[in-house]
């Protein structure tokens, strides 16, 4: 666990890492540490923030960026969120889709979780991400 800074709890880590594992991409050279990589992810999004905002304690923001683009361009996200759904694991989403975007944009379906400014700014490839962060209270 991240000593200043927590984006997920050990429960919803178990649920989420397996399922994690079972898409994303494998490479030759194993991640050092996916759990704080994924938690930077999520702190961005859910504070709106760019990559430099990350705070240090979540890890390099590069690799935050780089992790995110690529498994982005690679359709991890999309994988994972269809798993999720599939498997029927309950992530926490919060309902803050826009209700109407212009049609230059791309249209968030409802429980995504992202604001217009993000769903502008990522498009699809953000939605499985901000699935599965945790509801504000």
């Given at each position: ?32 540490n ?6 930077a ?25 780089q992790?995110?683009l ?19 694991v ?27 400014r ?17 509801r504000?209270?």
């Open positions: 666990m991240n000593p200043g800074i927590h984006v997920l709890t050990d429960a919803r880590w178990a649920s989420l890492e397996p399922l994690i594992d079972e898409v994303r991409p494998h490479c030759k050279v194993p991640h050092g996916l759990r704080r990589t994924i938690e992810i999520l702190w961005r999004y859910q504070n709106g923030a760019r990559w430099r905002s990350i705070p240090t304690e979540l890890g390099p923001r590069w690799k935050a960026a992790t995110f690529r498994w982005a361009r690679l359709s991890v996200w999309e994988r994972l969120l269809d798993l999720v759904q599939r498997r029927g309950t992530l926490g989403m919060a309902s803050t889709a826009p209700t109407s975007a212009p049609t230059r944009r791309r249209r968030v379906p409802e429980g995504w979780g992202l604001t217009p993000s769903a502008t700014a990522v498009g699809r490839s953000a939605a499985p991400v901000a699935a599965t962060a945790p504000r209270a």
